[in-house]
């Protein structure tokens, strides 16, 4: 019998089962066998056990019967409620952040924002890291760690090449991505904090309006045993 794994290798397999999820390389509904990912990832089956815990404790995974352990599927109710939250706290990241942003800050964010202007999606995940980039930059800026760690435990809930899939399906999304952000910035730039949070909020409701609806589109297709 294996002895008790350490935590940090526990968190180092979870990481990297996490990683994997969120990149797509196991997609939405894809069933997590013990025996490959720890011969994927080089340990033993009782860190990838624990491991799996650690996930489906995050809401990353779920249990099904008859199947095990799989990647969850959200429900859109779920994705709609989660960004309901997830848009106060950014909401409240952006007011935060508009008398610390610097002018270098703001150019940040501006080319981040560049690489997502309609017409330069690519489907390399590069979108999804600028789009990242600079949500992460404010909140960053913002400075509460406290804040910006429950900002991103509720965005590991969802694997993120959904969101880039979002984006490139439709292109009306990707615009309206853009100009929000166009919208974000104009508000720092003013230092009016209230503008701030009101477009960063209604940025994050839409952005999960428009993810719930992928969800609605894709979970009938999706084989759940």
């Given at each position: 019998?294996?002895?008790?794994p350490?935590?940090?290798?526990?968190?180092?397999?979870?990481a990297?089962?996490?990683a994997?999820?969120?990149s797509g390389?196991?997609?939405?509904?894809?069933?997590l066998?013990?025996?490959?990912?720890?011969?994927?990832l080089g340990?033993?089956?009782?860190?990838?056990?624990?491991?799996?815990?650690?996930l489906?404790?995050?809401?990353?995974i779920e249990v099904v019967?008859?199947?095990?352990a799989v990647?969850r599927?959200?429900?859109p109710w779920?994705?709609?409620e989660?960004?309901?939250?997830?848009?106060?706290?950014?909401?409240?990241?952006?007011?935060?952040?508009v008398?610390?942003f610097?002018r270098?800050?703001?150019?940040?964010l501006?080319?981040?924002?560049?690489?997502l202007?309609?017409?330069?999606?690519?489907?390399?995940g590069s979108?999804?890291?600028?789009?990242?980039?600079?949500?992460t930059?404010?909140?960053?800026v913002a400075g509460?760690?406290r804040l910006?760690k429950v900002?991103?435990e509720?965005?590991?809930?969802f694997?993120?090449n959904?969101s880039?899939?979002?984006?490139?399906d439709n292109?009306?999304?990707r615009?309206?991505n853009?100009?929000?952000h166009?919208?974000?910035?104009?508000a720092?730039d003013?230092?009016?904090?209230?503008?701030?949070r009101?477009?960063?909020?209604a940025h994050?409701?839409s952005?999960?309006?428009?993810?719930?609806?992928?969800?609605?589109?894709r979970?009938?297709?999706?084989?759940?045993?």
């Open positions: 019998m294996d002895a008790s350490s935590n940090a290798l526990v968190d180092d397999t979870a990297a089962i996490r994997r999820i969120m390389e196991i997609p939405i509904g894809a069933q066998r013990q025996a490959e990912l720890a011969k994927t340990v033993s089956r009782t860190p990838v056990r624990e491991a799996l815990r650690q489906q404790t995050g809401g990353l019967p008859h199947r095990g990647v599927v959200p429900a779920d994705v709609r989660t960004y309901e939250v997830r848009a106060e706290l950014e909401g409240l990241a952006c007011e935060r952040a008398p610390r610097t270098d800050g703001l150019d940040e501006r080319a981040a924002n560049e690489e202007r309609p017409g330069s999606i690519r489907p390399d979108s999804t890291q600028a789009n990242d980039r600079f949500h930059l404010i909140h960053v509460n760690e910006a900002i991103k509720i965005n590991e809930a694997p993120r959904v880039a899939l979002v984006l490139q292109p009306r999304h615009e309206d853009f100009h929000e166009e919208r974000i910035m104009a720092l003013a230092e009016d904090a209230e503008l701030a009101q477009e960063m909020r994050v409701i952005a999960g309006e428009q993810l719930a609806r992928w969800y609605e589109r979970s009938a297709t999706v084989f759940r045993g």
